[in-house]
């Protein structure tokens, strides 16, 4: 088996315990060691070497259909090349952040899967002031961001914030918690009964108290309100 197949020259028997060839890409210039199959698959594909090639240039051609877009505060500007990250070959990107106007090289990936939305800089500052927040707004054993927000915990069983269902009762048990407490609300055989209660007694505690934190410090309140808008408003 010698003579050229495709782009591969085969130049003689390899010094193998099995049957192989060595091989010259005609195309690249590499040298390989194949089987007589390889050979005539790799003859009409080409080499490892400029089958590699061929996938990075497509890779980056897709990757170029993503300038102008924008991901989050992150216009994707021009598309940079290949670069180690976590240990496999990624697209490393130029982006423009909206916010600050700096320019950011990130990859790809990370930016198509959401794990970036904003430059380094701009996600510091956006650190330091959610710390900053979360800081003032921590008054009296409770937080007046987790008042404020109306996000449902992920082991809920209802659908509403503060009642869960007993299925050993088959009733729904409604509760608050306040200052690391929690208070029990009773239970009910109606889901909006519960809701109901549960409701109440936001408007009563919750309520009270927000317009306390409100009133004794306006400056910080109207921060937080920015930083955690409570649904529907």
Not at 141 to 156: C, E, H
């Amino acid at each position: 088996m010698y003579g050229l197949y495709g782009s591969l020259q085969v130049m003689g028997l390899a010094d193998r315990p099995y049957r192989a060839y060595k091989v010259k890409c005609t195309v690249c210039g590499h040298e390989f060691i194949y089987k007589a199959n390889e050979v005539m698959d790799r003859g009409e594909k080409g080499c490892a070497h400029c089958a590699a090639i061929a996938k990075d240039e497509e890779r980056l051609k897709k990757a170029r259909e993503y300038v102008g877009h924008t991901f989050g505060s992150l216009e994707l500007k021009d598309v940079l090349g290949f670069r180690r990250y976590c240990g496999r070959k990624e697209i490393f990107v130029l982006c423009e952040c909206k916010q600050c106007g700096s320019l950011t090289e990130i990859c790809l990936t990370r930016l198509k899967r959401g794990g970036a939305s904003v430059c380094r800089q701009c996600n510091q500052e956006n650190l330091r002031a959610g710390h900053e927040i979360t800081t003032m707004s921590a008054k009296d054993g409770t937080s007046v961001i987790a008042l404020k927000r109306a996000n449902l915990n992920k082991n809920n069983t209802s659908g509403f914030r503060g009642v869960s269902y007993i299925k050993k009762l088959d009733k729904y048990r409604a509760y608050i918690n306040f200052k690391r407490k929690q208070y029990n609300l009773g239970l009910y055989s109606d889901i909006k009964d519960a809701v109901k209660a549960r409701k109440a007694a936001e408007e009563h505690i919750y309520g009270d108290f927000l317009k306390y934190y409100a009133e004794a410090y306006p400056e910080n309140w109207e921060k937080i309100k920015k930083y955690a808008p409570k649904n529907g408003e």
